[in-house]
Structures are given as structure tokens and as C-alpha cells.
């Protein structure tokens, strides 16, 4: 098993950062691949960007891309979602998620386990 812990969600105006972070614990973190999804209401979870076991691997949605940076430090346990250059479109609630996988895919499917999730709204 193992268990997430989002945090650094909150209000922010458009065009500024945020910063989130996931702990994990309960398993050998530096085994899994990690990935950061979003979900509004009424709608399904969006892939937001993913990481492999090692760090050195990073996928994006197209939507995010040269805006959030996804990064790990392995020996804290935690993964993180830089967020700059934030829109109205980016609120949403945010889930960590773990896949046994390792390589850390764009599919919410492909992952195992995920956290309760972070708020972040965006005002215009």
C-alpha cells in the first residue's frame, strides 16, 4: 500500500504560481512513477503531467506544457507540480498518483494508488 498527501493547493490570480506537493509513504518511493491529474465537477480526471522512477523521463498534456514542471526528490519521498503562468482553466482539484509501473504514464488507469487531492482555483 501505499499513501498520498497533497498539499500547497490554494487561490491564486491569473498569471501567477503555485507549487504542489505530494508525500508518499508506505512503499519504496524511488520504485514508482508518479503523475499529477486534475478534475473539475462533472468532468473526468485530466492527465496533467507524469514522471518515471528516476526523475529524468517528464510527460506533459499539451495544455501544461512550458508552464508546470513536474520533479521528484526520492529522498524526501515527494513529488512536486511547479504551476507558473496560471489560467482560469487550471482550477480544478489536483490528485497525486503512484503506479507500480515505474515509468509513469498519461492514464489514469495506469495508476495504483491517489491521494484525497488539492484545491487550486485561479481568479480572473
Known amino acids: 500500500q501505499v499513501q498520498l498527501v497533497e498539499s500547497g493547493g490554494g487561490l491564486v490570480q491569473a498569471g501567477g504560481s503555485l507549487r504542489l506537493s505530494c508525500v508518499a509513504s508506505?512503499?519504496?518511493?524511488?520504485?514508482?512513477?508518479m503523475g499529477w491529474f486534475r478534475q473539475t465537477p462533472g468532468k473526468e480526471r485530466e492527465f496533467v503531467a507524469a514522471?518515471?522512477?528516476?526523475?529524468?523521463?517528464?510527460n506533459y498534456a499539451a495544455s501544461v506544457k512550458g508552464r508546470f514542471t513536474i520533479s521528484r526528490d526520492n529522498a524526501k519521498n515527494t513529488v512536486y507540480l511547479q504551476m507558473n503562468s496560471l489560467k482560469s482553466e487550471g482550477t480544478a482539484g489536483y490528485y497525486c498518483?503512484?503506479?507500480?509501473?515505474?515509468?509513469?504514464?498519461?492514464?489514469?488507469?495506469?495508476?495504483?494508488?491517489w491521494g484525497q487531492g488539492t484545491q487550486v482555483t485561479v481568479s480572473s
Open positions: 498518483a503512484a503506479s507500480a509501473a515505474a515509468w509513469g504514464s498519461s492514464s489514469a488507469s495506469g495508476y495504483d494508488y
Open positions: 508506505g512503499r519504496t518511493f524511488s520504485s514508482l512513477g
Open positions: 514522471i518515471n522512477w528516476s526523475g529524468d523521463n517528464q
